[in-house]
């Protein structure tokens, strides 16, 4: 049984077990997810799981309930069916409910390649021996994976809907005494990630970051590479974009106001990847510019939120959005125009030779007249949303820049930073022309940026406190 | 076919197909989970699970395959394919691959359980959060939160050495926060804890926290923190409650012993660990009162079980005694690798995941003194408690803390709250300043432990009390 028909069983249990006045959606996904990890530079863990799973969301006599399950036999949907309509009908009645997404036409997704989907273990394994080859004899750790994801929306107002994704990621580092290199990608096609590229990329920065100095905490002057303005995307996007947060106050976002540098512009654009065409309410998906020169313009909503905000949806509901909210997963920050690269050549000099890997960020550096290069950032939390004031620390590698030139390495660093403010008017000095796509944790969202230069960052501690 | 038949078929197949040792475990969980906001159910969730996954080894090279189908014919593939994807790794080996030995058992295994969580009417269950937020809500909070979560986990091993082991786990746990917002910031208090406390037990657990009781004064409190004097910056003596010492013990000392961080498996994600190996057993971890224990066998605590997912009995062991470094979380592999002689501390978050070293529960044994004792004898310092922010870095030294509140303590007693209060530290330096240690242990549970790719959350217990630490920096900000 496919899909689509699964999901449309589910909605038919729904009217039978519930009767005429019960509204339903549900989705079905079946996924292949398969991951080949390597450390000490071997494979270590080698997974892969063939999965099917079924979301249901039901609303009668005015209560909300939702359940989910793996079972998709007809005794296990219908278990499904009568535990969610039970659980349904001892709720207390939900004011809220926004009603079923009509019939609407969907958005056409990008097509899938097929190679992707298909991928066997042995095209992982060698990606990941081509990286380790490549690191030239340094210890390397990391993964490739891919992700196949077919999927099905029905509701029980006629609508339905069918999509399928891809990805394939690759992320590693190298290390030399302790020092890392980074190297992180995520793309549509398998055959797009080059395990020997990335590979002599992580260790071209591992031998950069060697012998690292301590530097005492302070304001700096920064170029973030794009592994670390993925993370300043990611925070943005859960805390300050996030519908429901907005409607609570605790986001920092007020569409309209000039929150961000004129430079800053930000679009969530999941079909810009291989992404699915709707979202869990079986909204259409697509792009939605959320900063606009330097302008906020719009937070992310589903049908709940939206209502409450007295607006549509913008197609970002997920399963358990009632509780954390709707969430952009696929940012670009807009790169500046193609501006000149002829800097790449003197930012990378000497021991640091390395530490600086594509013309952009070249360009960045050369501008700086002190100010640190930063690569990746760890471990950040949020100590207030509505600032959206962030800890964390660097990762994978920080040099100091001194007029123009990467000039050594620098031991890992501590920062508490307000994420808005440090993007804030008149703060960001420069961007890269070209947004390099960055893996989530999970398949299906992605962050991509380019380099980007800021006037200051507020690092509150060095590795030894 | 059973349970244990479709895990059988699976491990063999992958024998059959060349493994050198296989195992697998069919889980069935069931998950339900219920938000209220603001005198309103938010959200109600129920989830039920059912699936199988079996893990290989050829050489030494592992593969893992798991499906959501329980008949021979796909257990059967599933362990074959595990064992594909196990040879598929050896065109990129690693170090040979040994198992410490574990004796081979016929067992089955329940945690207590008094009242079954999942048999509570969702009715009663829905009142208890409506309650409590509808009275935050009418005490000054802006955003009034409540949940509980339930998991009731069966699961049946089997491994080719002859291990036949049947578990059931129930676990559940809630909490409520009150949240609220200022000009430019927000301010929360939660009981017991932001999102809850946890065990594994029964629904006795969520009634004992008596929800709807505390709800006014963290609503209050809540309130009162947007106007407080902000924590002052700079060193002092920090006393941490009992909820956040137990964070501090999950995130600077847990992971730090983990044995695949320790040998770089982590390396790239996770991180690695500032502990060597060859420094086990004669290390200073902390000061004297030190002493923490790796214990699966406490009764109702979050992180206990029967035995791990590796079928390794539930041991407890010293991780730290006497402020000496002693002992690690391991697992079979890992443990045979590092020339020691003990693993159970492997878990797999759901039938889809691979095992991996994960904490059980990681505390502190009680110390000789009093909360009410250590601000006693405490004549310049701060005291802060339950977790809002937390983070370290990949070695697991340099953290920076954030709590939902601190207080002054001035010549032995507490004082004015603040707000926004912070501290930061280096692990093994932070450890060394404890000099009191106060005996009102509460085995906290942490079911948001994320680790691995993919990733896996798993339910940690971290049995903590209050504790003193000596010139601590505090109130970091932007």
Redesign the interface.
Known sequence: MTELELAGQVVELVRRLGGPAAQAEAVVTRADLALTRFANSGIHQNVSESTVGVRLRVHVDGRTAAGGGSVVTADGLSALVERTLTAARLCPPDQGWPGLTAPVPMPQAPPVDEATAQAEPDQRADRVGAFVAAAGGLSTAGYCRTAHRSSAFANSAGHSAYGRSVEAAMDGIARRDGADGVARRSADRLSDLDGAELGAQAAAKAQAAADPVELPPGHYEVVFEPAAVADLLQNLSFYGFNGKRYNERQSFAEPGAAQFDRAVTVVDDPLGGSGLPFDAEGTGRGALTLVEAGTTRAVAHDRRTAAEAGTESTGHAVAGGATWGPMPRNLRLSGAAAGPASAAGRSTTGAAAGAVVDADTAALVAGVRRGLLVTDLWYTRVLDPRSLVVTGLTRNGVWLIEDGTVVRAVRDLRFTESYPRALGPGAVLGLGARAVRQPDRVDGAWWAAPSLRLASWHFTGGASG | MTEFDAATAAVQAALDAGARYADARVMHRRYESM?ARNG????????????L?VRALVG?????????DLSDAAARDAGR?AT???M????????PVDLVPVEAVTASWASGCQIDPLGV???DK?DLL?DATRTMAEHGA??AEGLYQIWDTAKWFVSSEGHRIDQRIRECGGGISA?S?GD???QRRSWPSYRGQYGTTGWELVESLDLAAHAAQIAEESRALLTAPQCPAGETDLILGGEQLALQIHESVGHAIELDRI???????A?TSWLDLAQLGSLRYGSELMNITIDPTIPGALGSFGFDDEGSPAVKRDAVRDGRWVGVLAGRDSAAMASLDYGGSVRADGW???P?VRMTNVGLEPGPHTLEEIIAATDDGVLMDLN???????KR??F?F?CEVGWEIKKGRRGRMLR?P?Y???GP?FWRSMDMLSGETVSWGTPNCGKG???QIGHTGHPAAPARFRNV?VG???
């Open positions: 938000t309103d159910v938010e959200e109600l969730t129920q989830d039920e699970s059912i699936g996954g030494a090279s592992w593969g893992f395959h798991a499906v959501p394919r594909r994807t196990a598929a790794s050896a065109r990129v080996p690693g170090p009417p969702l009715s829905g409506v802006d955003l949240t917002i430019g910031e927000t040998l770089g498996w982590e390396a790239a994600f991180g889809a995941r691979l991996m809002r922010s937390w983070s370290i870095d990949d030294l340099n920076q954030g926004n912070t930061t530290g280096i330096l790719q993919p990733g920096r970091v900000s932007a």
